[in-house]
């Protein structure tokens, strides 16, 4: 019998380490561990996660904008 590849858990879970933001987005939750899931104590790692993550679709965006249909 063939084993299959591991599956993420869940579908977007494979697609987080591949994002520019990946760095972000695991000190935000490294700070949420150190401060035992304080959130007022990781607003600033949130805030730098959120504008990573605003740029990263404005350049999707920008990229699907000047994308032909039909070439």
Do not use: G, W
């Not at 063939?2 to 972000?24: E, L, M, N, V």
């Not at 740029?55 to 920008?62: D, I, S, V």
């Amino acid at each position: 019998m063939a084993s299959k590849a591991p599956t993420a858990p869940y579908p977007s879970a494979a697609r987080i380490s591949d994002s520019q933001c990946f760095p972000q987005y695991t000190a935000s939750l490294k700070c949420l561990e150190e401060f035992n899931s304080d959130k007022s104590k990781c607003q600033e790692h949130f805030d730098v996660y959120k504008m990573c993550k605003k740029k990263e679709r404005e350049a999707r965006l920008e990229r699907n904008k000047n994308r032909s249909l039909f070439s």
